[in-house]
């Protein structure tokens, strides 16, 4: 069946595909911003104590004689000390002139009152980060503005970030794994409702047309509902068919009768031979027809009754006993012995209807098929389960065609001089199903047919 | 052209003879494959073995080994980086500043302690105090002084016996003994003290550590003031005549350090020789290393010597050597 439904992509794998995507999307987000967050917070950092080391420079200026002088305490410098051993450097500038310190350190010129600023910079391929700061020193004769640079490499800076990003990443892909794992155990618990759906439309037996009544979520309860709709259309339709056949063959009956008296009585008046043959053939085809009639009610009794099987207990072999007595006398007219074969009695529960309808069409059978002077049997086991057989001694099943011979108005080719409906089989089949069981068509070892109703 | 460009090149180094060394020693085989330039501050007797050694296990190199002042050998080396492979000094201050101008080259290769190297650039392989050097016969009668205090108390009881026999560095010409003064002057005012009671003294000043315990030898001074406690040593076991005081209030302790140039023309076997160098300090004996490996005189304290941090620029700076050559001229010059 599944390769006449049209598959286009599949639910699992797209979910899959946008929740782990989403997840990747995640971690990459949060590894850039908390890196980000990290660079500034560090940088943060290493301005602070540049701002710092430039103001204890800074506040050392002093003006003798004229003279700028700067005697910066150690801890200026000291205070850039770092893990990675940065390079410190720095520049001195009073009226844009350099004191003391690095030359061509490209530091920001700051006018007077200006805030102290920051820049990044690269100083003979280093890439540095600078710290300026000014100030204006009062003197006798003029004001003189001093600015002080500290710069120092990013070396311990880089360390730290490094460090961050990798711990980040790490817990990026951890949290990337985690959400893997769970949009995998969120899909399949999805998917799993669907597949117990399924399951459960799948397990059914093929008559089983009723509504589904487990729970489902209820994103699933409409196409529940829209199943459970088209189910009981279909049983409805099976229903109305059913009827339908049931009072056609119902209503043909009561016809055909009156038309096989007449043709019986037009025969005994007749004494021309070729009109009387002709009548024969009629009353033939009437009887044919009449069975076939007989055999779709009871196939229709059969089929509403394995619907609302009402069990009771009761004896199987007193069941069989009473049909292999009525069925005697029609035995008898054939030459037939009829015969029943049964040690103790087997008891079970079921209708006993149905049995009795499915046991009367397998005699009949056999005693259509099972030629004169021979007997058949109908056999009672009750171990190792209870299972009834009807044999007979006659041309037995044609082997290529045994398995098929249950289906409806299938009938065996070698079958055509006798009147039959092809129904026959079918309801013993259905009976046996409708107890648990299942019937089996055989052939015995010395000939004749053997058909065995197991439950 | 080329060959008056290759000519030049060659002549460098006879340029570089040229200059006025202390000392200039070539050691090693006599047809060399490659030649090692070591510039340094150091005695070439202290490193004479230190050589020897790193010769034996590297066969066909010769090893020229300059010695220069701190000083002289900041300057010479900044005006040609290229002409020295390793370079050695007491004056850890230049040092570092030599790193930190990016003139010495990052050794990965080597592992040594976190504080006794700045950016696997400079690596220490000494510890030598700052000591005060007695001539014993002169202080006979005197009480040995402990710490600078001390030192002070005896000079001004005894000026006359001491006028014009007291010595120290020029702090003006010896990086070593900027260092050590500057460092002094960090710790305690005693400093400025000592120096002006060596200033009425008519204080004798001295390029070199050498010199002076030269000079305290002959008796030519009595007391020398921030002496390397290293070379004094090393003279005192085989005689008796000085005695070296390592002050107890405070000591000054300095690393030596050894570096490589940034544009080294030998960088593998410079890189080579400092990792030997800092074996031999941590491995050899006496014999081998003949001065104090890193550690020996830290004191009890745990207090370790100047370590090497770019404050050590400080007193670097224009203004602020500027300001201490004053003040320090105007305490040891008297006239």
């Known amino acids: 069946m599944t390769e006449d439904v049209i598959v286009f992509g599949s639910l699992r794998n797209r979910l899959v595909v946008i929740l782990t995507g989403g997840a990747a999307l995640l971690a990459i987000i949060l590894f850039l911003f908390v890196r980000g967050y990290a660079t500034q917070i560090a940088q943060q950092g290493q301005d602070n104590i540049l701002s710092a080391s430039v103001s204890s420079i800074l506040g050392t200026a002093a003006l003798r004689d004229g003279n700028v002088e700067l005697d910066f305490p150690y801890a200026s410098l000291s205070m850039l000390n770092t893990p990675a051993d940065d390079r410190v450097f720095y520049a001195i500038y009073a009226d844009g002139e350099l004191l003391s310190g690095y030359e061509n350190l490209d530091v920001p010129q700051l006018q007077a009152g200006d805030e102290g600023t920051f820049a990044s910079l690269t100083y003979y391929g280093a890439e540095i980060r600078v710290a300026t700061a000014t100030r204006t020193l009062i003197g006798a004769d003029m004001p003189r503005q001093v600015s002080v640079s500290v710069a120092q490499t ?20 951890g949290f990337f794994a985690l959400a893997t794992a769970l949009s995998f155990w969120a899909t399949s618990t999805t998917i799993g409702q669907l597949h117990r759906l399924t399951e459960a439309v799948t397990r059914r037996g093929p008559q089983d047309l009723s509504p589904f009544s487990k729970p489902v979520p209820s994103e699933m309860a409409p196409l529940v509902v829209s199943l459970n709709t088209l189910m009981l259309r279909l049983d409805q339709s099976f229903k109305q068919s059913e009827e339908f056949i049931a009072e056609a063959a119902h209503r043909v009956r009561t016809p055909l009768a009156t038309v096989r008296s007449y043709a019986e009585a037009t025969l005994q008046r007749v004494q021309n031979l070729e009109n009387r043959n002709a009548l024969r053939a ?5 009887d044919e027809s009449s069975r076939a009639a007989g055999q779709l009610l009871d196939h229709a009794m059969v089929t509403f009754r394995s619907e609302n099987l009402s069990l009771e207990s009761f004896d199987l072999v007193e069941l069989l006993g009473d049909l292999v007595r009525r069925m005697t006398p029609i035995a008898e007219m054939r030459d037939v012995i009829l015969k029943l074969d049964a040690r103790e009695p087997a008891l079970m529960s079921g209708d006993p209807i149905l049995l009795q309808n499915a046991f009367r069409n397998l005699v009949d059978n056999a005693l259509k098929y099972a030629p004169s002077d021979t007997t058949i049997t109908v056999h009672v086991h009750t171990t190792p389960t209870l299972s009834v057989s009807v044999k007979d001694q006659g041309a037995g099943f044609q082997a290529d065609e045994i398995h098929k011979l249950a289906r409806r108005f299938v009938r065996g080719s070698d079958t055509s001089d006798q009147i039959g409906s092809g129904l026959g089989l079918t309801i013993a089949q259905d009976v046996a199903l409708a107890h648990g069981g299942k019937m089996i068509l055989s052939n015995g070892r010395k000939g004749g047919a053997c058909v065995t109703l197991q439950f | ?55 034996a296990q590297q066969p066909n190199i010769e090893v020229q080994y300059l010695v220069a002042g701190t000083t002289h050998l900041d300057e010479a080396f900044r005006q040609n980086p290229d002409q020295f492979d390793v370079v050695i000094s007491s004056a850890m201050d230049l040092q570092l500043k030599l790193a930190n101008d990016g003139l010495a080259a990052r050794l990965d290769g080597i592992s040594h302690p976190e504080w006794a190297q700045w950016r696997g650039s400079i690596f220490a392989f000494t510890t030598e105090p700052a000591a005060i050097v007695v001539n014993n016969e002169a202080f006979a009668d005197l009480p040995i002084p402990a710490t600078r205090q001390d030192l002070i108390e005896v000079l001004r009881a005894n000026s006359e016996t001491f006028m014009g026999k007291v010595g120290t560095y020029d702090v003006r010409q010896s990086g070593l003994g900027y260092l050590f003064a500057t460092q002094d002057a960090r710790a305690s005012e005693t400093f400025w003290r000592l120096m002006e009671v060596i200033g009425t003294l008519d204080a004798q000043l001295y390029c070199c550590s050498g010199d002076m315990i030269d000079d305290l030898m002959t008796g030519r001074i009595l007391v020398a003031y921030n002496v390397l406690g290293s070379y004094a040593l090393a003279r005192s076991e085989t005689k008796d005549m000085l005695t070296v005081i390592l002050p107890s209030e405070f000591p000054t302790t300095m690393m030596r350090s050894a570096l490589v140039s940034q544009s080294a023309s030998q960088p593998a076997l410079a890189e080579a020789f400092v990792d030997h160098l800092i074996r031999l300090q941590s491995d050899g004996g006496p014999q081998d290393f003949p001065l104090p490996p890193l550690g020996a005189f830290q004191d009890t304290t745990g207090r370790t010597s100047i370590s090497l941090e770019p404050a050590l620029m400080t007193y670097l700076d224009t203004l602020k050597r500027q300001t201490f050559i004053r003040e320090w001229e105007s305490a040891i010059i008297q006239q």
């Open chain 2, 1 to 55: 052209m080329r060959y008056f460009a290759v000519l030049i090149l060659l002549l460098f180094p006879l340029v570089g003879h040229a200059q006025d060394w202390e000392d200039h020693q070539v050691f090693g085989s006599q047809n060399p494959t490659s030649t090692l330039r070591i510039l340094s501050s150091t005695d070439t007797s202290f490193f004479a073995p230190i050589i020897e050694n790193f010769i």
């Open chain 1, 154 to 173: 990013q070396d311990a800076l880089s360390a730290t970030l490094n460090r961050i990003s990798s711990n980040v990443a790490l817990f990026g892909a």
């Open chain 1, 282 to 286: 009629m009353v033939r085809a009437i």
